[in-house]
């Protein structure tokens, strides 16, 4: 079955470090990825999305991610945490049209002032 | 930018209740979600729907129904609530069928069940 991990559970970072979270994906062709970001008490926010083509993706927020199709990866980087970038990320995939959105389980990100 | 409304923040019911959880989105999309989110387990589908009146069930609709009446408003319906039932409730909507095309999401409801 389709799944997604995010190994880090909780990640934290000093302010201004850069920052990278893991996502990885169990599906033999390339989907559709997504990476999520929730502010506590809000709803889920679209980072960044990819589906083809260059494999370094631009998102809001200054953020980025790269897919690695030899890793089944694609890993959220940003180059200088804010303390605003406290948060909970998601990653999610989805194979086709037909398909449903799986979402990993998440990583708590704390940012030290 | 698109609006997706959920009626209340925060929800205390009792064992036994039914409970309406609604949602109404202003975008004018096809697909509407429901989600409950729980520590360590991230989102989980409830069930999804891609047209009026069309429902279909997520990943564990088991306690749980849902009634879709008009494009813009999606209803999640506990129908005895019970304390399992305790949870983080997010919907979302998204356009059409195409694969890419993200899923927009709510604040979520904080439902607790007494």
């Known amino acids: 079955a389709q799944s997604v991990t995010q190994p880090d559970i909780h990640i934290t970072v000093s302010e201004g470090a850069s920052l990278e979270l893991r996502c990885n994906y169990s599906?033999?062709?390339?989907?559709?990825l997504f990476w999520y970001v929730q502010s506590p008490g809000q709803g889920l926010q679209l980072l960044l999305k990819?589906?083809?083509?260059?494999?370094l993706v631009q998102g809001i927020k200054g953020f980025e991610a790269e897919f690695k199709r030899s890793q089944s990866s694609f890993n959220l980087r940003k180059p200088s945490v804010h303390w605003s970038d406290a948060a909970e990320y998601f990653c999610?995939?989805?194979?086709?049209?037909?398909?449903?959105?799986?979402f990993g389980p998440g990583t708590s990100l704390s940012v030290i002032p | 930018d698109v609006k997706v409304t959920q009626s209340s923040r925060y929800l205390v019911k009792r064992t036994g209740e039914k409970v309406f959880l609604e949602c109404v989105q202003d975008?004018?999309?096809?697909?509407m979600f429901w989600y409950r989110q729980d520590p360590g387990l991230g989102l989980r589908l409830i069930y999804f729907s891609y047209d009026v009146k069309m429902k279909e069930k997520g990943d564990i609709p088991e306690g749980y129904s849902v009634s879709r009446e008009k494009k813009e408003r999606f209803s999640l319906i506990l129908e005895s609530a019970s304390t399992n039932q305790t949870s983080m409730y997010l919907c979302?909507?998204?356009?059409?069928?195409?694969?890419?095309?993200?899923?927009?999401f709510g604040d979520g409801t904080r439902l607790s069940i007494l």
């Open positions: 979302a909507s998204s356009p059409g069928q195409g694969a890419g095309q993200p899923q927009h």
């Open positions: 599906y033999g062709a390339t989907p559709y």
């Open positions: 975008m004018d999309h096809e697909n």
């Open positions: 990819y589906f083809s083509g260059d494999t």
């Open positions: 999610a995939v989805r194979k086709t049209s037909y398909d449903k959105v799986i």
